[in-house]
């Protein structure tokens, strides 16, 4: 910017120009009367020439000061009759639970201490008058008297003390005697209620009068918070100690481009910082331990916000409280209302407070920390938000088998869980490769479909909300690919199974964010996993996740391995996370944005989850999109098997009831390829996921005892006829 | 005295025999007598000049035209009692070491 200076008429002197004053209240953020007067007042202002309007460059103006501290002349909280009615409810509120604590220890703690403090009281006011009599102050003077052996003194003072003591005497006598008329006259003439009120009050009197001074009788039932109230010396201390200037040298001072004030949720100090000509923001970020240390508070209450207008200027937000050992609370998903994958799902809330939401469309999310961190759960919330979304199919692979995953069997189109071969599952790792071919040939189709509708419909190519929530393209559907402890799936005996799963993982990877398939994978053991070329696809797998989420890490390896390598030369590092059992679910979320926000995750636990997924679950039979698994089907080798239709397919008109033992008996019979080796707990597990209730029915062929569990025809004819309405 | 302080003499002993009670009660009556010495040091440390018999004044000199003050109650008529001045000395001194 080239500075022109204006030439005055009358003088010639050079006069620099000056910034427009509607620039400067921009900058102020406030209009108030108060405010526009004193910068009419302003050295700044010309008084000989009007100012001028045009934008002018900038040159000296002192940095604008964006915290201002002005006070809101009516509060905001006595703002309108609602803000009035809940502030007085809150007060209530509080005066009522005082009210409540001290009523509750008035008896048992507050009436014995106040006895007690009482007699202590009256033993002092003795005392007291006794000393006052004997004229007690004076013993000190006579005693110095006698040390420096000054008889005249001593019997000066003497002689006065004797007469003080007798003059005193007399008004404790009277004091007596009035005391003992009075009480005789009040205890005659008052009611008995007005002498016991008379006497608490003179026992509390006495107590106040007796007790300690730090110890109050009564207690305190609300405990303000205290915290650290900064001034300019501490940060001034705190960033020459960390380096980052110093005060003897003129042009290596620090100074403030705001005054000290409070931030608008009064939860912490802050100020706008200069820093030396020559210091970047990058320095005071590597300093921030340094810093801590010298504002006498820990790192986690430090946060440093850029400045847009110099990489030397910054916000230092000093927090009263750790912020990231607060919780944020349970999930807002609680509300068991739909959502929306195209808006961005509620994640947790940042070091400030504000809610960080992360669009989970388009990305690949990897999440990864020490075990027993909050990892499955984070994990676990994301998917959550996604289940909520009816219009989102829900493929779940869970690497460890656990139970976090399982109720998620009442959504998900697919679910495999473990390594191992099971009866009830059978072989998880062939139902994953068939799974993630299911999901290869679905990209494919996506793109195919994508790239055949006109542009009316599809203007960019691309999926759009109204496209994926289209009943005329069910093949557009977002789907969201969980891989839960991932790194199982590359490290199984079989060498061909892991290069097939690390090839379509891949794939997936690589195409499928752009196809509307989410892929949100969790690992404890994001490195050193396999070796060669699966070591190699498994890195490139792990390293492609556009956002990732690093709890805490046990390691700067895995800090790394997670979060990328650059995010550790941007300082951030997972093993710096804080530890302790207030910290679980606290993360850095990587790659989201611009921003890297330390995130206290939402908590929903398993019995939050089923109840969340039960309400997804409603969703999806409302609209007709439950399917897959959760619908009932079972899919073999690909194809997809209505369990639902095969067993009223060998139900005879004839029966009312049938057992699972003889359902599955039959299905094997009738379908040999896809019930050939199906069990009766496996037909009842499918059965009942499709929403049948199993009930006790007579079959002697099958139980020894002649009852056994089946179900009721009538209600899987039900239960087809409700699917053939929601489609 | 009383047999149980002094024992009895032997016959032809005319040398006083203290028993073991005699001596503590001795020392009782010596503790007894220094605790009120040292109240009274306290308390009333100032006493009747015991040179001067409450009189400072009464010396003249030769020629008995003039009178001199006592010298040892500087005319006051009370002297400090010996203990209390014995801690005075040393009072004086310690604080007199502390300004220093």
Not at chain 1, 28 to 48: F, G, M, N, P
Not at chain 1, 210 to 233: C, E, S, T, W
Not at chain 1, 269 to 283: A, H, R, W
Not at chain 1, 379 to 391: G, N
Request: charged letters at 25%.
């Amino acid at each position: 910017v080239t500075i022109e200076p204006i030439r005055r008429e009358n003088d010639g002197a050079a006069v620099i120009p000056l910034r427009p004053i509607a620039d400067r209240l921009a900058d102020l953020e406030v209009t108030s009367a108060a405010a526009v007067e004193k910068l009419d007042r302003s050295y700044e202002v010309e008084l000989d020439e009007p100012v001028p309007t045009a934008a002018a460059p900038v040159y000296v103006d002192p940095p604008p000061a964006r915290v201002i501290d002005v006070r809101p002349i009516i509060p905001d909280h006595l703002r309108g009759r609602r803000a009035v009615a809940a502030s007085a409810k809150r007060a209530a509120a509080r005066g009522g639970r005082i009210a409540a604590f001290h009523a509750v220890r008035a008896p048992v703690v507050y009436a014995p201490k106040a006895a007690f403090w009482s007699l202590a009281g009256l033993l002092k006011l003795v005392r007291r008058q006794m000393a006052w009599w004997w004229d007690l102050e004076s013993f000190s003077l006579r005693q110095e008297a006698a040390n420096n052996n000054d008889a005249h003194t001593y019997r000066t003072l003497d002689k006065e003390t004797r007469a003080k003591r007798s003059f005193r005497g007399w008004v404790l006598v009277g004091e007596l005697v009035g005391l003992v008329i009075a009480a005789t006259v009040l205890l005659k003439m008052l009611p008995a209620w007005v002498v016991w009120l008379l006497v608490v009050g003179l026992v509390l009197t006495l107590a106040r009068f007796g007790r300690p001074a730090g110890k109050p009788i009564v207690g305190r039932a609300v405990v303000a918070p205290r915290f650290r109230k900064l001034n300019a010396d501490i940060v001034l201390r705190a960033y020459y100690a960390a380096g980052l200037g110093h005060p003897d040298k003129p042009d290596q001072q620090v100074q403030f481009g705001s005054t000290m004030s409070r931030d608008a949720m009064n939860s912490g100090s802050q100020v706008v910082v200069d820093l030396p000509y020559g210091k970047t923001f990058d320095d005071v970020v590597k300093s921030k331990k340094q810093l801590a240390s010298g504002l006498d508070v820990t790192e986690y209450q430090v946060f440093l916000t850029r400045d847009k207008t110099s990489t030397r200027r910054h916000l230092l937000f000093v927090a009263d409280r750790d912020p990231l050992a607060i919780p944020a609370g349970r999930t807002p998903l609680l509300n068991c209302k739909p959502t929306d994958i195209w808006k961005p799902a509620p994640l947790g809330l940042d070091e400030r407070g504000k809610l960080v939401a992360l669009a989970l469309m388009w990305i690949s999310v990897l999440i990864g920390a020490q075990p027993r961190k909050g990892k499955t759960f984070t994990a676990r919330h994301m998917a959550l938000y996604a289940a909520l979304d009816p219009y989102v199919k829900l493929f779940v692979a869970d690497g460890k088998a656990s139970p976090d995953w399982r109720a998620f069997a009442l959504v998900a189109e697919r679910m495999v869980f473990g390594t191992a071969p099971t009866a009830r599952d059978g072989d998880p790792v062939e139902k994953l490769i068939d799974m993630l071919r299911h999901i290869k040939r679905h990209i494919q189709r996506v793109n195919e479909v994508l790239s055949r509708l006109p542009v009316e419909v599809c203007p960019e190519g691309k999926l759009t909300r109204e496209l994926a929530r289209d009943l005329r393209y069910p093949e557009l559907r977002v789907w969201m690919l969980v891989m839960e402890e991932f790194q199982a799936y590359y490290e199984l005996d079989d060498k061909k199974q892991n290069e097939e799963i690390a090839g379509l993982l891949s794939y997936i990877m690589a195409v499928g964010p752009s196809a509307g398939v989410i892929l949100l994978s969790s690992s404890q053991k994001p490195s050193g996993v396999g070796a060669g070329d699966i070591q190699r696809v498994f890195n490139r797998f792990r390293d492609n996740h556009a956002v990732r989420f690093a709890l805490k890490c046990g390691n700067r390896n895995v800090s790394e391995a997670i979060l990328g390598t650059e995010a550790y030369g941007e300082g951030i590092d997972a093993t710096a996370l804080p530890v302790g059992p207030e910290y679980m679910g606290v993360g850095y979320l990587y790659g989201a944005s611009d921003l890297t926000p330390t995130v206290r995750g939402y908590l929903a636990d398993q019995r939050d989850a089923e109840k969340i997924l039960k309400a997804a679950r409603k969703h999806r039979e409302q609209l007709g999109t439950l399917s897959g698994e959760a619908a009932g089907d079972m899919t073999i080798e690909g194809e997809v098997v209505d369990v639902l239709t095969d067993a009223l397919a060998v139900v005879l008109p004839t029966e009312a009831n049938v057992s699972f033992a003889r359902l599955a008996s039959r299905l094997a019979d009738r379908f040999p390829e896809r019930y050939g080796e199906t069990t009766a707990a496996v037909i009842s597990a499918q059965l009942r996921n499709a929403g049948a209730r199993s009930k006790n029915v007579k079959d002697r062929d099958y139980f020894e005892g002649g009852v056994g569990q089946g179900v009721a025809r009538e209600q899987l004819e039900e239960l087809a006829a409700r699917r053939a309405v929601s489609g | 005295m009383p047999s149980y302080v002094l024992a009895a003499p032997a016959a032809g002993d005319h040398s006083l025999h203290v028993t073991a009670r005699g001596w503590l009660v001795l020392a009782v009556i010596l503790l007894l007598a220094g605790l009120w010495y040292a109240v009274a040091c306290v308390f009333w440390p100032f006493t009747r000049c015991w040179w001067c018999k409450d009189q400072p004044r009464r010396y003249q000199n030769k020629r008995r035209r003039a009178w001199r003050k006592c010298w040892v109650c500087k005319g006051t008529g009370e002297r400090l009692r010996f203990g209390r001045a014995v801690y005075a000395h040393f009072r004086n001194k310690k604080r007199k070491a502390a300004k220093r």
